[in-house]
């Protein structure tokens, strides 16, 4: 079955940085492209970027550019986001989604559990 | 950006009832726009895709329709086990945006 586990959440300072990893099973990981949505706490959902399946194309939220970098390392069915410069509206918890078709966009068909950043001094 | 916005936004109803809640686009989107259940403490769901085609092995009382920039989603014969917040999102372009949500208890 499809699994997407998240890692690398913690409490850190303002400014300073945390990588997420999202481990992808149970799919053929290099057909799909991946998104980063967040959810702060008690509030809605916000995309934060999206990976294409073979990793040139990468799409960001005005909100994270410049400080968010979305990778992927299909080697190791392994999703990241580098995120450097944090600050406390970062808060939130991370969730790494599936794109059901082929392409960016289209339907989140499989999510991971989250992890939660915590940014704070 | 796309802005999409609920109605309502929270609403209690019984067992065994008919729920509505409606999502509206800041543009056309045609029918790329797609429904999600959260519970408390889990991630998002997919419920609906492309506007009104239920995702395999989700319950036929869950429906959706329309296209453009009005779409709505329906709970026909609500049951307990669907108390959670439901959110639209429009996948016409990027950035990816999400309804605001719309939290549906159980009287």
């Known amino acids: 079955q499809v699994q997407l586990v998240e890692s690398g959440g913690g409490v850190v300072q303002p400014g300073r940085s945390l990588r997420l990893s999202c481990a992808a099973s149970?799919?053929?990981?290099?057909?799909?492209?991946i998104h980063w949505v967040r959810q702060a706490p008690g509030k809605g959902l916000e995309w934060v970027a999206v990976?294409?399946?073979?990793?040139?194309?990468?799409y960001y939220a005005n909100s994270v550019k410049g400080r968010f970098t979305i990778s992927r390392d299909i080697s190791r069915d392994t999703l990241y986001l580098q995120m450097n410069s944090l600050r406390p509206e970062d808060t939130a918890l991370y969730y790494c989604?599936?794109?059901?078709?082929?392409?960016?966009?289209?339907?989140?068909?499989?999510w991971g559990q989250g992890a939660l950043v915590t940014v704070s001094s | 950006d796309i802005q999409m916005t609920q109605s309502p936004s929270s609403l209690s109803a019984s067992v065994r009832d008919r729920v509505t809640i409606t999502c509206q686009a800041s543009?056309?989107?045609?029918?790329?726009l797609n429904w999600y259940q959260q519970k408390p403490g889990k991630a998002p769901e997919l419920l609906i895709y492309?506007?009104?085609n239920l995702k395999t092995g989700v319950p036929s009382r869950f429906t959706g329709s329309g296209s453009g920039t009005d779409f709505t989603f329906t709970i026909t014969n609500l049951q307990p086990e669907d108390a959670a917040t439901y959110f639209c999102?429009?996948?016409?372009?990027?950035?990816?945006?999400f309804g605001p949500g719309t939290k549906v208890d159980i009287k």
């Open positions: 989604a599936k794109v059901s078709v082929y392409g960016l966009r289209g339907s989140l068909d499989y």
């Open positions: 149970g799919f053929t990981f290099r057909n799909y492209g």
């Open positions: 990976i294409s399946d073979d990793g040139t194309k990468k």
């Open positions: 543009q056309d989107i045609t029918h790329y």
């Open positions: 492309d506007a009104s």
């Open positions: 999102q429009q996948h016409d372009s990027l950035p990816l945006t």
